[in-house]
């Protein structure tokens, strides 16, 4: 059986940090998979105002088993003061796939 599978949201303000981030979490074998997305146009609220801002999307595949370090390195790494990480539990999916996320998200 495969490990608790989670898909991690977070956007990155530019295609290079979004490339470097998904790059490192896939290299250091906290993620198997790293989606980078087409920008964005993002509002919210920040600081009591409501802000505008282009943001490149990336969806992040990993394991329950793995998240307090993909959180960890997300934020070490993160260019914003207050990242957005978000986990959702993958509730199913194809065996072989997620097997091969468990498998390549493993520690060496």
Not at 16 to 35: H, I
Not at 51 to 75: C, F, G, N, S
Request: aromatic fraction near 6%.
């Amino acid at each position: 059986m495969s490990a608790a599978a989670l898909l991690v949201f977070t956007n990155c303000p530019d295609p290079a940090s979004a490339e470097a981030l998904a790059a490192a979490l896939v290299e250091l074998r906290l993620a198997a998979c790293a989606n980078v997305l087409a920008p964005c146009r993002s509002v919210y609220r920040w600081q009591g105002q409501v802000e505008q801002a282009d943001e490149v999307p990336l969806l992040v595949k990993t394991t329950a088993a793995r998240y307090a370090a993909l959180e960890a390195e997300i934020r070490a790494r993160h260019p914003y003061e207050l990242p957005e990480i978000v986990a959702v539990p993958i509730a199913a999916g194809l065996p072989a796939y997620l097997q091969w996320l468990a498998d390549e998200t493993r520690p060496d």
